[in-house]
């Protein structure tokens, strides 16, 4: 959960700067606009890695309550 934090803060800075410079040669409006689709995208993966993690503890507890029954 380390790397979604450092990607949240590196992330959409790098792509702002690399877009604004490289890419949109200098229109601010579309690289920042990049720059929060990147930030959505990693928003977007760690919603789908906390879900899944969460779905494995609980198929994990419910494995543990049939060997007690």
Same mark, same amino acid.
């Given at each position: 959960? #380390? *790397? =979604?934090? =450092? +990607?949240?803060?590196?992330?959409?800075?790098?792509? !702002? !700067? #690399?877009? #604004?410079? =490289? %890419? !949109? $040669? *200098?229109?601010?409006?579309?690289? *920042?606009?990049?720059?929060?689709?990147?930030?959505? #995208?990693?928003? %977007?993966?760690?919603? %789908? %890695?906390?879900?899944? /993690?969460?779905? *494995?503890?609980?198929? /994990? +507890?419910?494995?543990? /309550? $049939? $060997?007690?029954?």
């Amino acid at each position: 959960m #380390l *790397g =979604f934090t =450092f +990607a949240m803060i590196a992330g959409p800075i790098s792509t !702002y !700067y #690399l877009t #604004l410079n =490289f %890419v !949109y $040669k *200098g229109n601010s409006s579309w690289a *920042g606009a990049t720059a929060a689709m990147v930030a959505n #995208l990693i928003l %977007v993966a760690y919603v %789908v %890695v906390a879900m899944r /993690e969460d779905q *494995g503890d609980q198929v /994990e +507890a419910a494995k543990k /309550e $049939k $060997k007690t029954m």
